[in-house]
C-alpha cells in the first residue's frame, strides 16, 4: 500500500533567532517515498485533502511525468495539504471543579476539536493526547482544543491548543517528524515544540496584560509573537507580547526545601525553605502524585515559608520555585512528606507553657479532644523526651495528679490523643515548666513590751507581701505591707490572736503563693487597777 511507504526523513525546525525579526515562515513538509507503481494522482487520491493539489506537489518537486516517478524518489508534501483524521485526547485526572462544553469534566472522558476546558481556583487537571503527550491545566485556568487530528493512514500528530488564561505544563511526547506538530496559542503568542517539557501562562493575576511567560525545564521551543520569532531552550524562559520577545533570562535556581518538613504534624502543613536570589515571590503546589498530575492545592507566597491546611492525612508531593521579576517561574524542588495530624493532639491548660510552681507535686489537665477514646502522658526534664520520669498510656480523663514528689528542677510534659483502634496522633506541644520548692513557713514570732517581730526565708533578689490580720480569712487586716527584706517589725498590737502569711516575688516577676497561714497569740496588757497596785497608800 501507498501509505507503507510513508517515511520521515527529519525534523522541520531551524534555529530561530532571539528578539523580534521579521522573517518568513518555511511552510513544513512531509516527506513520502515513493514505492512501485506510485503515481502522483494516486498519491493525491490516497494522503491530500484535494486530491487534484497533486499538481502542487509535482510543481515543488519538478516531477516531469506524474505517472513516471524512479522508485524511492522522497517527494515533499506540504502538510497544509495532506488528509487529516480527528482523534480525540482523555481526561486522565481531575482535582477539584472542572468542566468542559457539557458539564462538569470526569476522568476518562474525551474531549476533542473545538472542546474547551475550565478550571476553578481550586481545580487541576491533566489531559493526555494520542501520543501520549500530557498537559496539566493549572487552577483558575481556560483551555480551548483548536485541532486535533492525526495525518490520514498515521499516527502523527497535529495538536493545536489555546489557552486563553492562566497556566499549563506540558510533557510533550517527541514529535516524530514534520509531520507531527505540537502547539498551544495564547492571546499573544504561539509556542511550537517536537519533545519536551515547559510550562505557559498567560492573563495570569498579578501579571501585566497582554503578555504570555513560556518556561523550559527540558529539551527547547520556538515562540512567536507577531512577526518576531526565538528558539528557547532549556533552562531559559521569556516573556512576549503582542508583536515582541524580551530576551531569553535562566530561569532561577530551585529553592532548598528544609529536610524536617518531611513529617507533617498539625494540619495546617508548613514548608519552609531557603530564599533564592533574585526571587519576588515562590509558587508551592501539593500533588498526590510525584509527577503532579492530581494538583491538590497550590498558592503564591512572599515568604519563604508555604502552607497549606485541608488535607487528609497521607503521604504527599510539594513542589515548590522561584518567580522572578518578569514573572517566570524557575526550576522545582520536590520533597515528599507524610501528614500525620489526627487525632489531633488536647489543648494543654495546667499548668501553662513557662509557668513556675513553688509546690512538691504537680497536677496537669488539658482539654477533651473529639476523637480521643484516651491519652498518652509523658512528664521529662528535657525536651526530646529521652528519659521521661512519669509516663502513663491509658489516661481516660482530661487530668492526672502526680502523687509522687517530684524534686525541684525544670520539667516538660506533652500529651497525644488515641483513637478506639489505638491509632495514636502526633504529640501536642512541648510544655515547659518550672518546678521549685514551696515557699518555707516563717519563724515564731518574736514578741517584747513594744514590738511583733516576723521573719522567714527567702532567696536572693525576692520582694514580698505581708499580711496580719484578726481572721483567718484575712478580712479584717491589720497590717498589708510590701517588702525588700524578708523581716518586719511591727508595734506591739492589742492583745488576742492575730492569724499572718507571706507570699514571694521573684526577680523575674513570677508572684508565689501564700505561706501556710501562721496564728500568734498577743498577751493582754495589764488592766489599770493593777497599777494602783503599786500606789503607797496614803
Given amino acids: 500500500m501507498l501509505i507503507r511507504s510513508l517515511v520521515v526523513l527529519h525534523a522541520l525546525l531551524a534555529a530561530l533567532t532571539a528578539l523580534p525579526v521579521a522573517a518568513a515562515e518555511a511552510p513544513d513538509y512531509f516527506h513520502y517515498t515513493t514505492e512501485a507503481g506510485d503515481t502522483l494522482i494516486g498519491i493525491g487520491e490516497t494522503i491530500l485533502r484535494q486530491p487534484a493539489d497533486w499538481q502542487r506537489v509535482q510543481r515543488i518537486n519538478r516531477i516531469a511525468n506524474p505517472k513516471l516517478i524512479p522508485i524511492g524518489t522522497v517527494l515533499r508534501v506540504p502538510i497544509s495539504l495532506m488528509r487529516t483524521d480527528p482523534v480525540t485526547a482523555r481526561v486522565s485526572q481531575v482535582q477539584g ?52 487530528s492525526v495525518i490520514h493512514g498515521t499516527e502523527l500528530q497535529d495538536a493545536q491548543l489555546r489557552l486563553q488564561k492562566g497556566r499549563v505544563e506540558s510533557e510533550v511526547a517527541k514529535q516524530r517528524g514534520p509531520a507531527a506538530r505540537f502547539r498551544i496559542l495564547t492571546p499573544t503568542a504561539a509556542v511550537g515544540v517536537r519533545g519536551t517539557r515547559f510550562r505557559v501562562g498567560t492573563e495570569e493575576p498579578g501579571t501585566p496584560p497582554g503578555t504570555t511567560r513560556t518556561e523550559v525545564t527540558e529539551g527547547a521551543v520556538g515562540v512567536e509573537a507577531g512577526r518576531a520569532r526565538l528558539e528557547l531552550n532549556e533552562g531559559f524562559g521569556a516573556v512576549a507580547a503582542a508583536e515582541s520577545i524580551a530576551k531569553p533570562v535562566p530561569l532561577l535556581a530551585p529553592p532548598a526545601i528544609a529536610a524536617t518538613a518531611s513529617l507533617q504534624e498539625r494540619p495546617l502543613v508548613r514548608v519552609p525553605f531557603a530564599a533564592v536570589t533574585g526571587a519576588r515571590a515562590y509558587r508551592a503546589q501539593v500533588a498526590a502524585d510525584a509527577a503532579f498530575h492530581s494538583i491538590l492545592a497550590q498558592a503564591v507566597f512572599a515568604s519563604t515559608e508555604a502552607k497549606f491546611g485541608d488535607l487528609a492525612d497521607g503521604n504527599y508531593h510539594v513542589r515548590i520555585r522561584a518567580i522572578d521579576q518578569f514573572g517566570l517561574e524557575g526550576r522545582d524542588a520536590d520533597l515528599v512528606f507524610r501528614l500525620k495530624a489526627r487525632p489531633e493532639p488536647p489543648f494543654a491548660s495546667q499548668p501553662q507553657n513557662q509557668a513556675k510552681l513553688r509546690a512538691e507535686t504537680v497536677t496537669f489537665a488539658w482539654a477533651q479532644a473529639d476523637e480521643a477514646q484516651h491519652y498518652r502522658f509523658q512528664l521529662a526534664r528535657d525536651a526530646a523526651f529521652a528519659e521521661p520520669v512519669l509516663e502513663r498510656d491509658d489516661l481516660g480523663e482530661t487530668r492526672l495528679a502526680a502523687t509522687e514528689k517530684l524534686p525541684p528542677a525544670d520539667y516538660y510534659w506533652r500529651v497525644r490523643s488515641v483513637r478506639g483502634d489505638d491509632d495514636a496522633g502526633p504529640w501536642g506541644d512541648v510544655q515547659r515548666f518550672q518546678l521549685r520548692p514551696p515557699p518555707a513557713n516563717p519563724e515564731p514570732a518574736k514578741i517584747d513590751d513594744k514590738s511583733l517581730s516576723f521573719s522567714w526565708p527567702a532567696e536572693p533578689g525576692q520582694s514580698f507581701e505581708f499580711q496580719l490580720a484578726k481572721d483567718e480569712a484575712f478580712a479584717q ?62
Avoid: C, H
Fill in 97 to 148: 471543579e472542572v468542566s468542559g462544553e457539557r458539564g462538569p469534566l470526569e476522568a476518562g472522558a474525551r474531549i476533542g476539536s473545538g472542546d474547551e476546558v475550565v478550571t476553578g481556583e481550586n481545580g487541576s487537571t491533566t489531559i493526555e493526547l494520542s501520543d501520549g503527550s500530557l498537559l496539566t491545566l493549572q487552577p483558575g485556568s481556560r483551555l480551548k482544543v483548536e485541532s486535533l
Fill in 477 to 538: 487586716l491589720v497590717e498589708n505591707r510590701t517588702l525588700g527584706e524578708p523581716t518586719i517589725t511591727l508595734p506591739k498590737p492589742d492583745g488576742g490572736t492575730y492569724f499572718m502569711r507571706v507570699r514571694a516575688t521573684d526577680p523575674d516577676g513570677f508572684v508565689g503563693p501564700y505561706t501556710a497561714t501562721q496564728k500568734t497569740d498577743v498577751p493582754l496588757g495589764k488592766p489599770w487597777w493593777m497599777l494602783l497596785l503599786l500606789v503607797p497608800l496614803l
